[in-house]
């Protein structure tokens, strides 16, 4: 019987009737009629037959089934601690943010373990948790899982079998001999020697893992080393790139010269050329600043009083050959309470905080509930923008910097159900647009057709910040990239960014998209979004999450490899803080070290070379 995504399934607690469930080893039936819905709430034995072992079993009640996201501001309709289940029917993908863990589930086999706005199978489900759910699915949930959902009862039943195992380790063989394949034809000298040798010793422990006797232990302990293997092939299997861009976001917290040397240190041992230093962010800067004096904000973040970290940065850096960008928050000016802090910028400068629809009345200004309750400015305010734009120039000409990277340029998340939650209804915006329009934009809804002007003239007041900011990088020759959400329909509708005109204008050198995912086939599809829009003049450098998100070392990897086939410039870990060295290791086994293997110091051009070299053969 071919199973349907949403199979009912009602269990018989193999010890006592209504106790928790046995930690016995069971067998699961897979010729099981799924029980009609209408005797769903009556108790019904099913007796488990076959010969599949089960390792792990579990079960959890679910929140909800495809959330109605108009009744909560929460992205993707889950709230804090929630399990939810997304079916076809609740559209293409989840809509989810990064704080969580997703399941992709097909045909009732979880095929991918990934974090956030996951795609929806036509064939199944994807099990979305955040807080105590996420916890709950990072322990019970693995790649080969069988998933079983009772929709009456909301409950879901989740288990680990022998088929589990085999599953996962084949498919983690199937990847590294992809990954090789790839490698063999495009690169001339490519050792695949060890990649290779750890495929065939995890091939050998399958054959042993298939031969034992289903109910032996010996089963689960060769179908692990089998897994194993099949990881170390992966995380092996990927060359040095010289030219590549290898970076990672880093929020500083060092305040002595000697403590930002030891980071270095560790940042240039774990093969990293590039960090995007935080530089500017929760509305103050790490280094002590003219413009902050000038405008009577804060001059220098207290933390780091007394000392430039930023100058010691730069200077320390570009001994180790690593490149610094500045990563800027631009609109962005953190989540403390204005009032607890008088020279902070929404005290000196009330009038520059942004607002919604709802609280454009309100006194000062408006806190965003989606974003860990934190405060914006106005992109539409010319005095907005004079300052970060003044602010930029001290840092570029001061420190001379690598690159500046542009994060936050965009409004606050809004839920676009209701154009209560919209933003930028501030005095200065809404008189400037009833100056063009005629109406002030308080008064329109999302049903008016002013409403799209409305969009329109806040979406072109970041995109001349964007402009502006470019050119003035341009003439100092200083790289300029943005942060920006792949998904552009997302972008417009929700954070007024459209990054389509900062490319196709040739606003700025780079992007630096937010990819919040580490499942590498979601990666991929985020990718095309973006490559499919942007100008060949425009660098493309994937933000990958996976350590933030807590995924799997050798997912790291995975979407390394998907960047290349996409022809990214290089990557960018988010963030330092939570790469730790179960990542680093990883990372240092093949892809980030140039020592390791006979592919040392391949460059990126001769990838992309051979690429089109073997793309054009396979043509013909």
Known sequence: MKRTYLTILILTLLSVPGSAFSDEIMLIDESAQPIQEALVNAFYPLTFKGNEVIFKQASTKITSIDPLTATNHFPGGRGADQLIIYTPSYGNHTGTNEFGAEAIVEDNVVTSISGADSTIPQNGIVISGHGIAKNWIVKNITVGSKVYVDPINKTLYVYTTSESYTYEAKAKIAEAKSMIDYYTKQIPGYNATLPNNYIQTAENYLKIAESENKNSAVLKQYTQEAIDSATMAIKTSLPYVKDELKGTWIRPTETSKEQIIATLDKIKTDGFNSIFLETYFHGKTIFPSCTMNKYGFTVQNEKFAGF??????????????????????????????????????????????????????????????????????????????????????????????????????????????????????????????????????????????????????????????????GELCRKKHTYVSTVIFPDIATALSTKQQDWTSWTVDDYVDGFTPLFLTYDPKMLTSMMHDVMRVK????????GLFVTFMGGAPEDLIKQIYQARMMNAKGVIIFDFAHTTPVYTSTLMASVFNEKAGEGKGISSSTIAKKKRWWIWTKKK
């Not at 100008?535 to 994937?542: E, G, H, Q």
Request: charged share 25%; net charge negative; glycine share 6%.
């Open 535 to 542: 100008s060949a003049k425009t660098d493309l450098y994937a």
């Open 308 to 469: 430039d970290p930023l100058e010691t940065w730069i200077e320390e850096a570009h001994k180790r050959d690593i490149k610094v960008h500045i990563w800027f928050q631009s609109f962005y000016v953190g989540n403390q309470p204005p009032a607890q802090d008088p020279s902070s910028i929404l005290s000196v400068r009330p009038d520059w905080g942004n607002k919604t629809k709802k609280g454009a009345s309100a006194q000062g200004a408006t806190k965003s509930v989606t974003e860990h309750n934190g405060y914006f400015i106005d992109p539409a305010n010319p005095e907005v923008q004079d300052f970060l734009l003044e602010l930029l120039d001290e840092i570029i000409v001061t420190y001379k910097p690598d690159g500046i990277n542009l994060d936050y340029v965009r409004y606050p998340s809004t839920n676009t159900k209701s154009d209560l939650g919209a933003w930028g209804f501030t005095s200065y915006a809404r008189d400037d647009f009833k100056k063009q329009y005629g109406v002030d934009p308080i008064e329109l809804t999302t049903a008016d057709v002013g409403w799209y002007d409305w969009n329109q003239y806040r979406r072109d007041k970041v995109s001349e910040f964007v402009k502006k900011a």
